[in-house]
């Protein structure tokens, strides 16, 4: 029974009309057309033309006839990594990633990407093939059983199920819409075996289909919002602006540049908004970051969150005496979700609307005679920020051996800035904050990361994507643990042949290679086989692996990889003793009354 219950979807798939596409062919019989066929014509219909997936019971045949469809259907070895790569899909091209996956097992390997684009505001549409409805709701034990929608639920903006075929049309047009519009996020769609062989008359069906009209509406913000927030910044002697990935999301790049130049104001992008404006722009304050926020008086945030990535919006990092403590600034804050203000403090002028509606209208209301900030507050951000930037000259130009994350990230920095366009994935402790404070990012939306949850295992995926996306060299500067987590990959970058480097800053371990058990048994649990000679995987598939011990080894390597577009894997071997554990983040391990 489970036998032939698994297999129908895919015999019927077999035995369907070879003709591909609805509607193409002018037979004189009426002309029949099935689920799988319906769920691609839909997502064409709806501009949707590459899925990440990785195939299976019920949906090989849909990857199959997706990609005979004209569609682009990358395939993956684990369905995280295809997840994370539909995710950031979506961050870049305003449009829902898709990623397709089996039953169960497939859908559960999914579903941490789904939450991580509900987590970070990327649309995306996580669609699963799923067992018999009947078997799985009286729970008898089918093949792959699980009720996938259940699950997908809480860590999902939306999730829906379609049961027939000619519900299709209103299952991905209520997916796309809830993925787009108003705050993005994941949205799971669950499609049962059942329903990719069910056929109906290819005209109904047509019909059935739906285009999604402005599936992202505009949203006005209300003109006395926008009046309070300018008073306020208005009044205003030591303003800051901090621009979130919201901002780089929502392509309203002139405008946003206008606005800030306008302002006059010093601004701190967070990780993923840095190149919106170039990070060498005389406003920009990220390096006197731990000077502007405690001295701030007004601070507007634009498409960020006060999370635990700004410190709630209190405590020292914003000058109260303890961590609970308010530092007294007043705060705007420009988003689209209309809950989002007071999360943390309060928010004293909260904008709520669209990025684009809402620069807009800040623009307008500010007018030509825009008085920028006091000159004593320019000046101190400036003394600050100049003397920082001095001092990590002076450590970069160090050339220290073995080498360490400063001389090989100064590297990439010189890389980044002789190709802008790049887009730079990144992910690792101190790989990841090293690399965030040292190689300055030029252009919008080029530089992609661990996001809200700090998570590791985005890296390959975001450089499928990435290149599949843009077309563009991808830079990948990974931790070596992180690495590890979407590692096979690798195969993926080399069987699309993408023109993707990845660059592991190999120091032996997790925060650092140096730990020991003290007991003498076994390896620490952050630490991994020593000098690891990661570049031999990528040649192991046909791409182009170097060690690199030196700086120059480094910069060589990574030219030449520019140049060939290959893939590319450099393992840069890193001074083991050279991480702090957790990176910057330390302070969130839990401090044990004794160490161990
Ligand atoms: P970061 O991590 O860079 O600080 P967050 O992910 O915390 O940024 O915040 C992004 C914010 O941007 C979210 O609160 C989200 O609601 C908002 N946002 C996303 N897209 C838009 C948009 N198109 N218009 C306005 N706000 C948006
Ligand atoms: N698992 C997941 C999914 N996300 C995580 N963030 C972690 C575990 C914990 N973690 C970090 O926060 S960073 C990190 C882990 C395992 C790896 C750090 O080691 P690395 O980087 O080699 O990638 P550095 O340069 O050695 O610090
Ligand atoms: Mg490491």
Request: hydrophobic share 40%.
């Amino acid at each position: 029974m489970t036998d032939t219950a698994t297999k129908t979807p895919e015999r019927a798939a077999a035995e369907a009309t070879p003709k591909i596409g609805s509607g193409s062919d002018a037979q004189a019989q009426p002309q029949e057309i099935d689920g799988f066929q319906l769920v691609i014509d839909a997502l064409k219909l709806n501009g949707i033309d590459t899925i990440y997936g990785l195939p299976g019971i019920p949906i090989t045949d849909l990857t199959r006839r997706a990609q005979a469809n004209g569609m682009r259907v990358l395939a993956f070895r684990h369905e995280q990594n295809a997840g994370y790569a539909a995710s950031i899909a979506g961050f870049l091209t305003q449009k829902p990633g898709i990623c397709l996956t089996v039953s169960a097992p497939g859908f559960l390997n999914g579903l941490n990407a789904l939450a991580h684009a509900t987590v970070n505001c990327f649309p995306m549409i996580l669609i699963s093939g799923s067992s018999e409805r009947e078997i799985v709701d009286l729970q008898q034990g089918d093949y792959e059983e699980m009720d996938q929608l259940a699950v997908a639920k809480p860590v999902a903006k939306a999730a829906y199920r379609v049961l027939h075929a000619d519900d299709v049309g209103v299952g991905i047009a209520r997916a796309i819409r809830a993925a787009l519009s108003g705050r993005p996020g994941g949205v799971y769609l669950d499609l049962p075996a059942r329903l990719f062989a069910q056929s109906i008359d290819a005209e109904t069906g047509s019909k059935t289909l739906i285009k999604v009209v402005d599936p992202a509406p505009r949203q006005i913000p209300a003109p006395e919002a926008v009046t309070r927030a300018l008073d306020l910044l208005r009044s205003a002697k030591r303003p800051v602006i901090v621009l979130g990935k919201g901002a780089a999301y929502a392509q309203a790049d002139s405008d946003i540049r206008a606005l800030v130049e306008k302002s006059g104001i010093p601004y701190l992008p967070m990780s993923m908004a840095k190149g919106l404006l170039p990070d060498t722009h005389e406003q920009c304050a990220s390096a006197a970051r731990s000077f502007v926020l405690p001295g701030a008086d007004v601070v507007m945030l634009i498409g960020a969150r006060l999370n635990w990535l700004l410190s709630h919006g209190k405590g020292k990092t914003w000058g109260g005496k303890s961590a609970k403590d308010w530092g007294g600034q007043k705060f705007i804050q420009v988003d689209i979700s209309p809950q989002e203000a007071d999360s943390n403090v309060r928010i004293d002028a909260p904008v709520v609307g669209d990025m684009r509606s809402c620069v807009a209208a800040l623009l307008a209301g500010m007018g030509a005679n825009w008085a920028k900030p006091p000159g004593e507050w320019l000046s101190a951000v400036g003394e600050k920020k100049n003397g920082n930037i001095a001092k990590m000259a002076e450590t970069l130009a160090k050339n220290p051996s073995p080498m360490n994350f400063h001389s090989a990230l100064n590297v990439v920095r010189d890389i980044i800035k002789a190709n802008p366009d790049a887009i730079l994935v990144n992910e690792g402790a101190n790989a990841l904050d090293f690399t965030r404070s040292i190689v300055d990012m030029y252009k919008p939306r080029k530089r992609i990361d661990v996001g809200t949850w700090g998570i590791m295992g985005v890296g390959m995926g975001y450089c499928v994507a990435a290149a599949v996306t843009t077309g563009q060299q991808v830079i990948a500067v990974e931790g070596d643990s992180a690495f590890g987590f979407s590692g096979m990959e690798v195969e993926t970058i080399c069987r699309y042949n993408l023109p993707v480097c990845v660059v592991i800053m190999n120091n032996n371990g997790v925060y650092k290679g140096t730990d020991v058990d003290p007991t003498g048994r076994d390896p620490a649990p952050t630490v991994f086989v020593k000098s690891a000679r990661y570049e031999k995987l990528m040649e192991a598939f046909g791409g182009v692996g170097v060690m690199a011990a030196t700086p120059s080894e480094l910069r060589s390597a990574m030219e030449e990889a520019i140049r060939s577009r290959k893939p590319t894997l450099i393992n840069a071997a890193i001074d083991e003793r050279a991480g702090t554990e957790s990176g910057r983040i330390t302070s969130l391990n839990p401090a044990a009354k004794k160490k161990p």
